[in-house]
């Protein structure tokens, strides 16, 4: 096998072309391999390996520099630089993250999960580089979906700016995480069908050179068209068109389904995970579905990422124009909702919760200052979420309860879910947003409250001396300390649903006074600037003691969701063993 020779770049450089095409065959039995035992990015993987062989075959990494754009395409880079053995050998595949990292490599610039950024990241190489009199090549890979982003045009449109060497290598499938939304596509569709001869260039616009390749998986046309840009000093796009999923029958047919995937058995393709049951995604689809055939108002939004409500694409065919997809363009997607709700529409932009902070600006300035009633589900907002560094849905608590006008909401069952949904698009005074819990808990006892009557909690159980303010997701945990702190210390805690995360139950906050000692939040996010400091600063010049449970503010990466837990101490017997000591 070659790829078991290949230790560094300049191993690629010694192989001859008829090599190289073996080799492509086998980084992609590799890849498949390796994602079929613990999954991963699969389209986006496949689809690169010829232009990423090509890549250093023409370019002397690291001394030229690539940045891959959102960086979950960078398998094949990891395997020619010195990372074979975490895709070949079972008992290394832990080894490397699924996004590049500099901590692995001298052939890797930045930790990059978020989508839109190589662009303007390598502007900045390319600008430090001349800055310091150096020399070198600076290639920025970047996909076709990645282009619909605001940050991604920036870079483009500043590239020119530079006039000297930067190489932004396009990616084109015609794909983003599902299909492509957007005019500038029907571009990229032009340029595709007239091999890049067509007039009408967005590059060109830009004022970029242009190079096109029209099979971006053959290895011989990539090689010549790196080679003629090696060195230039100007900045170019060199356009080419690869097949997301290439080289696995199914990935090929159903490229959607197999941008990311999970353990699967490699003969049939079927998914090796077991069925989760009812999950929040399917059914909040199915509900909005139903409520757009009462209100033509109603709009679905989603900034390239259908699947987080649930509107695959029979789904999103069947809302029709009622199902708004952006692109991967968050903060689009916030002032389109807000614009919606300002002109009498019912907006529901569903997002993952690591994707939420790309667009503070807009939630603040565009929505919320104007009040509009635009409704935001932000799902996957858990430490059981997302585990690695570059995604993680824990930040955002501090960063959407402290924009003034918006109600956070945090429900616990399914009820409460829908409930505060229904409410949501009903109401006209204020824009919303709901931290859709991870788990669906069906609920005991149907849910009979006014939203509206804004920051008033729930108390579940009665108690003395010791209040538990569980927030969502954390309010199983919440019953178990309740029920720990009884056992050691004899005494029945008050157990509270705060439902508010933006907002304080002051009259209820100022009832415990009477006759508790120590409250106690709970929540399934960072600290510094969460919920329990505002309950703590509630209770500051008083002498109830608070214990704020959460996590530190730091970057976890790739953790175990259990062992965040212990090392924070958010567990029943620990909660309860701090209380003893308090009461003591």
Not at 512 to 529: A, Q
Request: hydrophobic share 40%.
């Amino acid at each position: 096998m070659y790829i078991e020779q290949i230790k560094n770049p300049y191993d690629v450089k010694k192989l001859n072309k008829e090599a190289l095409k073996t080799l492509a065959a086998e980084i992609r039995n590799a890849l498949i391999n390796k994602l079929s035992k613990r999954g991963g990015h699969f389209g986006p993987n496949l689809g690169m390996v010829e232009a990423t062989i090509a890549l250093h075959y023409v370019f002397d990494s690291p001394k030229d520099k690539i940045v891959f754009d959102v960086s979950h395409q960078s398998y094949a880079h990891k395997m020619l630089t010195g990372r074979k053995d975490a895709f070949l050998y079972e008992e290394h595949y832990g080894d490397v993250s699924g996004y590049s990292n500099p901590k692995e490599s001298e052939h890797d610039f930045f930790t990059i999960g978020h989508t839109s950024t190589s662009v303007s990241l390598a502007c900045g190489l390319a600008k430090a580089r001349d800055l310091k009199g150096e020399g070198g090549n600076v290639i920025a890979v970047i996909g076709d979906g990645s282009l619909s982003g605001g940050e991604a045009l920036e870079g483009l449109d500043y590239a020119p700016e530079l006039k000297s060497n930067l190489i932004i290598v396009v990616n084109d499938n015609d794909m983003s995480i599902a299909e492509n939304h957007g005019g500038l596509y029907e571009n990229l569709k032009l340029l595709r069908e007239s091999d890049g001869k067509a007039e009408r260039n967005i590059f060109k616009a830009f004022g970029l050179e242009y190079v096109f390749v029209k099979d971006g998986n053959d290895i011989n046309s990539l090689i010549e068209a790196f080679k003629s840009v090696k060195d230039v000093n100007k900045a170019v796009v060199v356009h080419i068109c690869t097949e997301k999923g290439k080289g696995y029958t199914p990935a090929e047919q159903s490229k959607e389904a197999w941008h990311y995937c999970a353990p699967f058995n490699m003969e049939n393709g079927k998914s090796l995970a077991k069925a989760s049951g009812a999950d929040y995604a399917s059914m909040t689809a199915d509900y909005l579905l139903g409520k757009m055939k009462e209100d033509k108002t109603l709009v679905a939004v989603t900034s390239g990422t259908p699947a987080v409500f649930g509107f695959n694409a029979e789904k999103r065919k069947e809302a029709g124009a009622q199902f708004a997809d952006v692109g991967i363009a968050e903060e689009t997607a916030v002032a389109l909702s807000s614009g919606v709700a300002c002109g009498g529409g019912k907006p529901v932009w569903g997002v993952y919760s690591t994707f939420v902070q790309r667009t503070f600006d807009q939630l603040s300035q565009d929505l919320c200052i104007n009040k509009n009633p635009a409704v935001i589900l932000n799902f996957w907002a858990s430490i059981y979420a997302m585990n690695d560094v570059t995604h993680l849905g824990i930040y955002d608590i501090p960063l959407l309860s402290n924009i003034p006008n918006l109600v956070y909401l945090a429900p616990v069952t399914k009820e409460e879910y829908f409930s505060m949904l229904d409410w949501s698009l009903k109401q006209r005074e204020h824009p919303v947003a709901i931290r859709v819990p991870v788990e669906v808990i069906n609920g005991a006892k149907p849910v009979e409250r006014d939203w509206g009557v804004l920051n008033r909690y729930g108390v579940e159980q009665r108690g003395q001396d010791v209040a538990v303010l569980a927030l969502g997701s954390f309010y199983g945990l919440g019953e178990r300390a309740c029920t720990a702190i009884e056992a050691i210390t004899g005494v029945k805690p008050t157990l509270i649903k705060p439902y508010y995360i933006s907002g304080l139950d002051e009259l209820l906050l100022e009832e415990l006074k009477s006759d508790h000692k120590i409250v106690v939040t709970l929540e399934d996010g960072i600290l510094d600037g969460g919920f329990g400091e505002k309950v703590a600063r509630f209770y500051g010049s008083s002498s109830v003691k608070v214990l704020n449970y959460g996590f530190r503010k730091e970057f976890l990466d790739r953790f175990n969701a259990e062992d965040v837990l212990n090392e924070s101490g958010i567990t029943p017997e620990a909660i309860a063993g701090d209380i003893s000591e308090l009461l003591k």
